[in-house]
């Protein structure tokens, strides 16, 4: 039974990597990225990375730049891949932003999955946060919620809505984050 | 004991009848108060509409109400000559002439958000602003009215309205009693509190709020990133209406920080920058730029499906640079609806007045994201 509910579980939890070597309370203001967005949705990006600036902000923690900020930041610097930037562009971007870290982010799953009869929402996202000074990884994580539940399949019902997904996946990297 | 079901279902008919049947005209008055110029009315419904009717339906129920209009003659000739072409605000230049050569003293911008005639299922929401000429032009007042017609179907469907003429007049009804309150000097009611399902998902305020201090306000464009033409439009629309509400609040006029926008030929990729904020805010003397995206904003379709509104606002000081107040905001007209459709929103404009109600209310009175948190940093 227990084996039966396990392959069930709609959410799977991936390890987090943090470098022991950082000093993240000298992290106080963050850029963030545009999301890479490898789904059909073309606003999966947008929207996830929406909800993971508010909810980063909204910690009291940390400050987030305003993406307008962000934009500016990629046109003078003339970065080209944005959503990817390699070390030195994360250094040159994090100049100009007055940041200490540089966070970037992949959508990999948003939206309807089915199994048989059943269907419910899912989204899968992963985050890193880049140094300032050296453009190198010191934390990363990713989240996978959502999904078709032991529930859906015996009751049916279509899972919870996207939005409700979507928070519970950011909700669970920043809780990585700050643990 | 017997007759009391009776009674319910004569009072029940009796109420249907009400609402279904036109309102009755209200008696002139004798005309009295600012005298008021009517722009054309702005399209954002996205789909072909009788504008000119809507106008002169509004005028009507304007000068019932005992309010001064500015004959459309004079008002012609003023844009005519003053060669306006934009007259979905006021540029500063065209309110300076309307308070001295026409003598105006308010411009009335009527919008229509929504106009859809689908038989049997009819939506309609309007909206208007009231803005102060002479040399520092102000939103005033703001308001609007969205009305499905199914919002009170009563019992058996009496009370379903299916012409959507009836709507309009009757959001317009809604929009003018609002105005000539205002006008008349009585209490305005305030940003007030909405329902708790519309309150932001997530929000960030800083404690560098102070709800005492008068804040000035400049809307720049809202980033549409959904399918519904002009939803940037309406979700500052719907901003501009509680924010007006706020005590210590007074919003830019949108004509204005537009011309700015492009007299300083500011073009915004994605959202507002720091270096675009101190420029708008140094050209229009606010202490305040509100700025955000819409992901989406949907009316439903027929008599299924519920209306998705889905939208963040950002909130940048021009003293500080920095972010005063974020949020992020979903809702779907069937939140939080379990019984025989009780609660139920049918219209995006109900859901998003709603919506941006309780942000303009968290913005000002919310507790601070310091104060809930407890600060910190990360570990």
């Known amino acids: ?179 | 004991m017997k007759i009391l079901p009776l009674v319910v279902v004569l009072v029940a008919i009796v109420c249907g009848c009400r609402t279904g049947g036109p309102g009755a005209e209200p008696a002139a008055v004798p005309a009295t108060g600012p005298l008021i110029a009517v722009f054309p009315v702005e399209a954002l419904s996205g789909k072909a509409a009788p504008l000119d009717e809507i106008r002169r339906l509004l005028l009507e129920r304007l000068r019932v109400s005992g309010l001064r209009i500015l004959d459309d003659a004079i008002l012609e000739d003023a844009v005519t000559r003053h060669r306006v072409r934009y007259t979905a605000g006021v540029e500063r230049e065209f309110a300076i002439a309307l308070k001295r050569e026409v003598g105006a003293d308010a411009v009335l911008i009527p919008s229509l958000e929504l106009y859809d005639t689908t038989p049997g299922f009819p939506r309609v929401a309007l909206f208007a602003r009231l803005v102060s000429t002479g040399d520092t032009p102000t939103v005033v007042w703001t308001d609007g009215a969205g009305a499905a017609g199914d919002d009170a179907p009563g019992i058996l469907g009496i009370g379903i309205v299916e012409d959507p003429v009836l709507l309009l007049s009757r959001a317009s009804d809604s929009v003018v009693r609002s105005l000539t309150r205002h006008v008349l000097d009585t209490a305005g009611p305030g940003v007030g509190s909405a329902a708790g399902k519309f309150r932001p998902k997530i929000i960030y305020r800083s404690e560098a709020i102070d709800a005492a201090r008068t804040y000035s306000i400049a809307i720049v464009p809202f980033f549409n990133k959904s399918a519904r033409p002009y939803a940037g439009e309406l979700l500052a629309l719907h901003m501009m209406r509680n924010l007006t509400r706020g005590e210590n609040l007074a919003v830019v006029e949108p004509g204005i920080v537009r011309q700015e926008l492009l007299r300083y030929r500011i073009i915004m990729n994605e959202g507002v920058s720091l270096a675009d904020t101190d420029t708008v805010l140094n050209a229009v003397d606010a202490d305040l730029v509100l700025n955000g995206e819409v992901l989406q904003y949907d009316d439903p379709v027929g008599p299924t499906g519920a209306p998705i509104v889905d939208f963040s606002v950002l909130f940048i000081e021009r003293k500080t640079r920095r972010v005063l107040y974020s949020s992020y905001s979903h809702n779907a007209g069937d939140d939080g609806v379990f019984f025989f459709d009780w609660g139920r929103v049918n219209t995006a404009h109900a859901m998003a007045a709603g919506m941006a109600r309780a942000i303009a209310s968290r913005m000002l009175h919310g507790p601070a994201t310091a104060e809930i948190r407890g600060g910190g940093t990360l570990k």
């Open chain 1, 1 to 179: 039974m227990v084996l039966v509910f396990t392959a069930c579980s709609s959410a799977v939890t991936r390890p987090v990597y943090r470098d022991a070597n950082m000093d993240f309370g000298a992290i106080q203001i963050v850029g963030v990225m545009p999301f890479q967005n490898l789904t059909r949705d073309s606003l999966a990006g947008d929207r996830v990375r929406d909800v993971f600036i508010n909810r980063l902000l909204s910690t009291g923690a940390v400050y987030v730049v305003p993406i307008g900020e962000i934009a500016r930041a990629v046109a003078r610097t003339e970065v080209q891949l944005p959503a990817t930037p390699p070390p030195e562009d994360v250094v040159k971007l994090a100049s100009t932003l007055k940041a200490q870290a540089i966070i970037t982010g992949a959508v990999q799953e948003y939206g309807e999955v089915r199994s048989g009869s059943s269907s419910a929402n899912l989204i899968s996202v992963s985050v890193q946060m880049l140094e300032a000074q050296t453009g190198k990884i010191i934390w990363t994580a990713s989240s996978t919620k959502g999904g078709i539940t032991m529930w859906d399949r015996l009751l049916g019902g279509g899972g919870r809505p996207m939005d409700e997904v979507t928070r519970a996946a950011v909700n669970d990297l920043i809780a990585k984050l700050f643990k």
